[in-house]
């Protein structure tokens, strides 16, 4: 072989490689999960992409967790009060939604309907496995549901963000490893056993 063949064999196999690797890293999907969530790790809470990039779960470390679409900001803005277990915000612009969960003197729906005789029922919905009623108030949309002296309120105008966040609130499994915990430490602790 004649070093000019050589030379040019050597530069087609170069381009093929370079080729093969140019065509690799622009079909490889990115992996974007883990350094979102661990850049949103925040006071307990977590921000997690779902697999339909224009949502993103919020894991509250109280033990619930739901979806919301991604453009929006959100808070927990909790007051330092004993009968309320969590207050969380979701904006975007004039857009506001709260969830709101604290104890209640209400035993049913029914009791709290009696106080709140302005809200006019439109429907109802299961909210993470409890029975929920919808109803217009002040020009807003209200999802309520009782359980066990808690009561648990969606406020907001109706929107596509409204029944997302209505749709996909849950509670966490208490035998599922936390999520947050995952991100931030691989320590585990274990009880210390007591010899008599």
Do not use: C, H, R
Not at 35 to 47: H, M, P, R, V, W
Not at 54 to 69: A, R, V
Not at 90 to 98: H, M, R
Not at 146 to 167: A, R
């Amino acid at each position: 072989m004649s070093k000019t063949n050589i030379i040019v064999l050597v530069l087609i196999v170069f381009l093929l490689v370079a080729g093969g690797v140019g065509l690799y890293l622009t079909l490889k999907p990115k992996d974007t999960k883990n350094s979102q969530a661990s850049s949103d790790f925040y006071n307990g809470t977590t921000i997690l992409p779902t697999p339909n990039t224009n949502e993103l779960i919020y894991k509250d470390s109280s033990g619930f967790s739901f979806k919301y679409k991604s453009g929006y900001s959100v808070k927990d803005v909790t007051p330092d009060d004993a009968d309320t277990y969590s207050v969380v915000s979701i904006a975007k612009g004039n857009e506001v939604l709260t969830l709101s969960i604290k104890d209640t003197k209400y035993k049913t729906l029914m009791d709290w309907e009696k106080d709140n005789k302005t809200a006019s029922m439109v429907g109802a919905v299961n909210l993470s496995g409890m029975s929920a009623k919808q109803y217009l108030l002040a020009g807003n949309t209200l999802t309520v549901a009782i359980d066990q002296g808690v009561i648990y309120v969606v406020t907001g105008k109706e929107s596509e963000s409204y029944t997302l966040l209505v749709n996909t609130f849950v509670f966490a499994d208490p035998n599922e490893k936390s999520t947050a915990s995952d991100l931030t430490s691989d320590i585990i602790y274990e009880e210390e056993e007591v010899v008599e």
